[in-house]
């Protein structure tokens, strides 16, 4: 097999996109910086379930789907609002998510529900940040966390994302 070359990896300083998708008209908007090295997207495998016969030797297995969770602070500053308003660490709507890579021809990915919980950590070194944690809920159809090419477009009045590739039959709005 050829070796590949000048592969287009999403690594480096991504850009996070936020939806309040409880409210109707809820419209994407552009986070800060994350703080450096903590935006994550974090799998858990599901669970294995075996089909045993007598003698405990597996027959079958099969694994329940896995769950994610996507991890990233946010500096805290006297000039800043916090994007995502919380109650002791509680966000009461669902969000819709997009992580666009630093190279926009990277696949990035798109994550259609999550319920959000936030912290306010703080040490001495770093100074305050929050750190929002979203776990992926069931989407309304396909994979909970869905990879393509992300197209973002400021228009001044609004920012419209769409996404096309890999989880993507075409062209989608997101």
């Known amino acids: 097999m050829a070796k590949e070359k000048n592969l287009t990896i999403g690594w480096g300083k991504p850009t996070i996109y936020v939806k309040d998708i409880s409210t109707t008209g809820g ?14 997207l974090t799998p858990t495998k599901g669970d294995k379930v075996e089909a045993t016969v007598e003698g405990g030797a597996p027959e079958a297995v099969k694994y329940k789907r896995s769950k994610y969770e996507l991890a990233y602070g946010i500096r805290n500053a006297a000039e800043r609002d916090m994007p995502i ?3 002791d660490g509680v966000v009461q709507d669902e969000y819709a998510v997009v ?12 994550i ?5 919980s936030v912290e ?25 966390v869905k990879w393509g090419i992300m197209t ?13 590739g890999r989880d993507f039959s075409s062209a989608t709005t997101l």
Not at 112 to 116: C, G, K, N, Q
């Open 99 to 110: 992580v666009v890579p630093e190279n926009p021809k990277a696949p990035g990915c798109y």
């Open 112 to 116: 259609e529900r999550s319920a959000v």
């Open 152 to 164: 973002v477009t400021d228009s001044g009045s609004g920012i419209s994302i769409s996404a096309n």
């Open 85 to 87: 308003e919380h109650e």
């Open 27 to 40: 419209a994407w908007t552009k986070l800060p910086d994350a703080v450096e090295d903590s935006v994550q």
């Open 120 to 144: 306010d950590p703080f040490d001495a070194a770093k100074g305050s940040n929050w750190t929002y944690t979203h776990s992926v809920l069931t989407p309304s159809e396909g994979k909970m």
